[in-house]
């Protein structure tokens, strides 16, 4: 079975940045779509960023588009999420997730491997 293990997170001023790395401990990750989600306090989980394997493709929750950047490293077996100029509204617990479908990936049921998710705190 796949583990992920999220790491990075922590408290930040608002404006500031953070990098949320997602360590995979099976030799599947480079086939595997990757993405992040995030649940803050009071709040339903809410989609993030994706990013595939083959096909090389990004996608952005419009609250986050051109702050963050999704990105990977299949051969350390690592994806991360860039968080740049951070805002109050961006602290929650952020979650990396992979899976081997392609498609649907903005929705957490196609998703097969989770992390446990790592603290992101982002003061005013």
């Known amino acids: 079975q796949v583990q992920l293990v999220e790491s990075g997170g922590g408290l930040v001023q608002t404006g500031g940045s953070l990098r949320l790395s997602c360590a995979a401990s099976g030799r599947t990750f480079s086939s595997a779509a990757m993405g992040w989600f995030r649940r803050a306090p009071g709040k339903d989980q809410e989609f993030v960023a994706f990013?595939?394997?083959?096909?090389?493709?990004?996608y952005y929750a419009d609250s986050v588009k051109g702050r963050f950047t999704i990105s990977r490293d299949n051969a350390k077996n690592t994806g991360y999420l860039q968080m740049n100029n951070l805002r109050p509204e961006d602290t929650a617990v952020y979650y990396c997730?992979?899976?081997?479908?392609?498609?649907?990936?903005?929705?957490?049921?196609?998703?097969?491997?989770w992390g446990r998710g790592t603290q992101v705190t982002v003061s005013s």
């Open positions: 997730a992979a899976t081997n479908r392609s498609t649907a990936l903005v929705y957490s049921r196609n998703y097969d491997y």
């Open positions: 990013i595939t394997t083959s096909s090389s493709i990004t």
